[in-house]
């Protein structure tokens, strides 16, 4: 069994690591120029569209699209899209501010929740985990810094889906953030180095790829979030760290199941052509969903989608309707996405990831 890598260290450095690393060279490179505008067209379409709402529909390959997932998780399945509507219903009708700010706040906690869940895929290859800095610490406080800067810095010009929909209280200055992010880095340094010496005590290899999982946590929600303070630079960091990764993730198992259940490999070129079918039918789904919001809902990409101002809809009851129905998929996603990638409740996972 490979002991170092989630997937295999070409895998890994490609569609985990080398994504990000990029994004970061995007913000070093364009941040300055798209500080103060709108995210350009492009911009939006490719990482928004295509990585982080594309992201989402891959969800269906992994339950509604898998007779053995639809079998499996037959309950959660069933319920998952009947507890996002009646909820977001109830919520988008007494406010949309309210709904927003509650979808946002569940969006950051899926947020971090993947992270910790690719941890825990990570900490089934290697025994080395830290004992004075534990690894599931270190994922809240990658992810948790930031957004505490974000809350307690006050002077953040982007946000999660709409104006306001975090509660901010201004009370820090960047004195004290620059102390924070001294002790914030110091502490992944003293991680590192604990697992450095147990796996030299232990005599196994050093973990690199979770490693580097952690470390790219705490570089990526810290540029996106503290070092760079842009609606551009928030998003791409955003979208490509969450968005690549799960839909390589769901792409893998979907196939490396396949080769379980036939107990043969499968070749590279059917592979190729059966991913890249999964992600153009959520490229699909994606873009569908998005021309919905913006006719129904949003009227604001008429450069792309044209202009529907006759079917917007401004009835309460029927706007909350629809803001129901199009935060399904979303929703949905979020809350099958912490029971699917359970170990303990899907033999395959342990399967997959020790081989």
């Not at 219903?89 to 971090?112: G, K, P, Q, T, V």
């Not at 809350?151 to 104006?163: A, E, M, P, V």
């Not at 306001?164 to 992010?181: A, K, W």
Request: hydrophobic share 50%.
């Amino acid at each position: 069994m490979n002991k170092q890598w989630l997937f295999s260290k070409k895998l890994d450095l490609l569609f985990l690591y080398l994504p990000i690393f990029l994004t970061w060279g995007l913000c070093f490179a364009f941040d300055s120029t798209f500080a103060d505008m709108q995210i350009p067209l492009l911009v939006w379409v490719f990482f928004v569209l295509g990585v982080d709402v594309s992201h989402v529909w891959s969800t269906i390959f992994r339950t509604y699209l898998s007779k053995d997932e639809r079998n499996h998780y037959s309950s959660i399945i069933k319920l998952a899209p009947i507890i996002a509507f009646v909820f977001t219903f109830i919520f988008s009708w007494y406010s949309e501010d309210l709904f927003w700010r509650i979808l946002a706040y569940f969006a950051l906690y899926h947020f971090i929740k993947q992270q910790y869940g690719f941890l825990k895929l990570y900490q089934l290859k290697s025994s080395v985990r830290g004992i004075r800095l534990r690894d599931e610490f270190m994922i809240y406080i990658g992810t948790l810094y930031p957004v505490f800067v974000w809350h307690f810095l006050g002077d953040r010009k982007f946000n999660w889906f709409n104006t306001g929909d975090f509660i901010t209280f201004p009370i820090l200055s960047e004195g004290y953030v620059t102390v924070f992010n001294f002790l914030y880095f110091g502490i992944l340094i003293a991680w590192i180095l604990e697992l450095f010496l147990l796996s030299r005590r232990q005599k196994t290899l050093f973990p690199i790829g979770k490693v580097l999982w952690v470390a790219f946590t705490f570089g990526t929600w810290w540029l996106g979030i503290v070092y760079f303070n842009s609606d551009f630079s928030f998003t791409i960091t955003n979208v490509v760290a969450h968005g690549i990764p799960y839909m390589f993730l769901v792409f893998y198992y979907v196939e490396e199941k396949k080769v379980i259940q036939k107990n043969d490999s499968q070749s590279f070129k059917k592979v190729t052509v059966s991913v890249l079918w999964m992600l153009l039918i959520c490229l699909f789904l994606g873009s569908s969903e998005e021309l919905f919001w913006d006719v129904f809902i949003n009227n604001e990409r008429v450069d792309l989608f044209g202009d529907w101002q006759e079917f917007y809809i401004d009835h309460r009851f029927y706007r909350a309707l629809i803001i129901a129905l199009l935060s399904l998929p979303q929703i949905t996603h979020y809350i099958l996405d912490g029971f699917i990638w359970k170990g303990k409740d899907n033999p395959y996972i342990k399967n997959i990831f020790t081989r």
